[in-house]
């Protein structure tokens, strides 16, 4: 079973930063894909960002694209999401994902995911 653990969210200003973190208990963490999704309030659940196994490819929403950037440190068995020049319209509850098989914006295709970190941008 893999445990994931999301922190680093917070309430902050229209054009400020956040970098989000996941930890993740996996003994495995690197056979793992791994995304990042997001819900506001009274929204479905979407998809934000992937990241491959080995880090190599990531994929993202047009809406993050320039400014949201996934990586990961196996090493260390986290994933994180550096989240730049944020939006009133990025304010949602973000989790992480893991998933067995390849990276997916489905959040079905997703085995393990995170409590959540809340995000709230003030304009």
């Known amino acids: 079973q893999v445990q994931l653990v999301e922190s680093g969210g917070g309430l902050v200003q229209a054009g400020d930063s956040l970098r989000l973190s996941c930890a993740a208990s996996?003994?495995?963490?690197?056979?793992?894909?791994m995304g990042w999704f997001r819900q506001a309030p009274g929204k479905e659940r979407e998809f934000v960002a992937h990241i491959s196994r080995s880090g190599i490819n990531t994929y993202y929403t047009d809406s993050v694209k320039g400014r949201f950037t996934i990586s990961r440190d196996n090493a260390k068995n986290t994933v994180y999401l550096q989240m730049n020049s944020l939006k009133p319209e990025d304010t949602a509850v973000y989790y992480c994902a893991a998933n067995r098989l390849v990276p997916s914006t489905a959040p079905r295709e997703y085995d393990f995911w995170g409590q959540g970190t809340q995000v709230t941008v003030s304009s």
């Open positions: 996996a003994r495995t963490f690197s056979n793992y894909a």
